[in-house]
């Protein structure tokens, strides 16, 4: 596996081997690397045949700077994680490697109503960062595929919002959620968490299983209601909790019982800021057989 910290280098390296044609699939990170992450080389592997993980805390995407320096750094760990997952080549940039003009936030990316919802309610400017890195890293590395977990489901959709934008051939392929015992969605957030906060945490994850066992066609106020009570009965506090049309991220009070949904759930265990949802309805696949 070669470590690779300056942008030159990797794409020199990268442009020979696709020269090869060596088909490259690239999984952006933050690094704190858990299964979910090693997921997603794994599916890069078997699908892609090269892979590229990048590990860099993105300043621009976070709009709290405290919650930026807590962050969990194990760059040590991320790479004997990725070197035994069978990464191919990591890239480990420093901030000036990336945004070598400064970090403020100049190019707009006209995301239209995804970035005015949830995440995007919550947390302003975070997409318009999370796209000025990520284009920076595609026009560094070049991928065929980008690798990406669906916890992220509203930055999932933004991606492929931006690849659109900039007229980028990669493809977005994106993958399960990968879930501790408990059914908490794995994050590099849940470093943060004490052993007792991760288990009640789970609420969550029993929230949004909630909505898909019960969820009908009609008002959706009740359940997204009781959701949020089963999030505070275990010491969550619900910043949002929504269900949206899954295709457009359109939020509906109303279901005609028919259209593909998500549910999407923020909330609080204590300081640390969790994200999670659930394609609905549960039995989508066989709905109406």
Known sequence: MFIIKQS???GVYLQKLASNGQKIGF???MGALH???LSLVDAARNQSGLVVCSIFVNPTQFNDT???ELYPKTLENDIYLLEKAGCDVVFVPEVDEIYPSGTEVNDHYDLGYLETVLEGEYRKGHFQGVCQVVHRLLDIVKPHDLYLGQKDYQQ???VKKLLTLIDSPASVIVCPTLRETNGLAMSSRNMRLSGSEKEKAGGIFEALTYIGRYIKAGLLSDITAEA???LEQKGLSPEYVHVA???NLELIERWDGQTQLVALIAAYMGKVRLIDN???PLNFANYGN
Do not use: N, Q, Y
Request: proline share 4%; net charge positive; charged share 30%.
């Open 66 to 68: 405290k919650d930026f």
């Open 278 to 280: 659930m394609i609905l």
């Open 156 to 158: 999932c959709m933004i």
């Open 245 to 247: 049309k899954a295709e």
């Open 228 to 230: 949020c009570s089963i």
């Open 35 to 37: 299964k979910g992450h």
């Open 27 to 29: 999984v952006p990170t």
């Open 8 to 10: 030159k280098d990797i």
